[in-house]
């Protein structure tokens, strides 16, 4: 990873579509009841996981060349026949033609987000076993326990987000990934927090993590970023992502562990 540019950005944000694409497909398999659909616009791709799910949003529109009217209008048509808002992540870098088909048809902003990046390496270090004084570890889900992680990391967010049926099916769907794994964290032996990991074209995508509020303040993340990490460099990754609100407590978890921010995205909705 040399520089913060077009090219790189092509690469996570087309990570980051193809982890979305992944789960709408997980869902469909094992959720026949929620009508998902996918259509790619632009070079990006739409997803669609139910109305309101934070998985229905197209991503990746824009970074390899012009948006036209007519792109637009199949976005548009996409999610409102499907009675949701049409909800779409910004890369700065996209073609210039997507901001202004956005400012046209009254696009209003919804929040920011920072891509975050680092590389990898062979020599990111494995956490098979914890540090000196800790009393954490990380191991990867047993068959079957895609309800319990989604269970656990779902309600790690659920002062923010509420934890509905929906949620659940959706995030245990993440378990089943073709293109990725998840992890659990144990403090003590009690399952303390977990997160995934997403590996698309040599980029690593981190993504999914929380901590039980009881036990926040240990160590958890930290272990869990150590952990995909190793694996992903393993894998071969030679890049890893992540996606944070700016300023945020992940936003500085991840910056200990050598990320940056690459650029700053905008979420827009109509």
Sequence with gaps: MDFADLALARRLEAAEGAACLDTSRSVARLHPEIATAAEEIAGGWAVFTGAGSPISEARGLGMNGPVSDGDMDRLASFYHSRNDAVRLEVCPLADASLHQQLARRGYRLLEFSNMLARPLSQTDPERDTPPNGSRITTRPLAAGEGPKWAHLVAHCFSEYVPVTQELLDIMSCWTQSAIGICFFALLDGELAGGAALVMHEKVALLG???????????????ALIES??????????????????????SQRNVERHGFHVVYSRTKFTL
């Design 228 to 249: 995909r990490l190793a694996f992903a460099a393993k894998a071969g990754c030679d890049v890893a992502m992540t996606v944070t609100l700016p300023g945020s407590g």
């Design 208 to 222: 999914g993590a929380g901590t039980d509020v009881r036990l926040r303040g240990r160590g958890v993340q930290r």
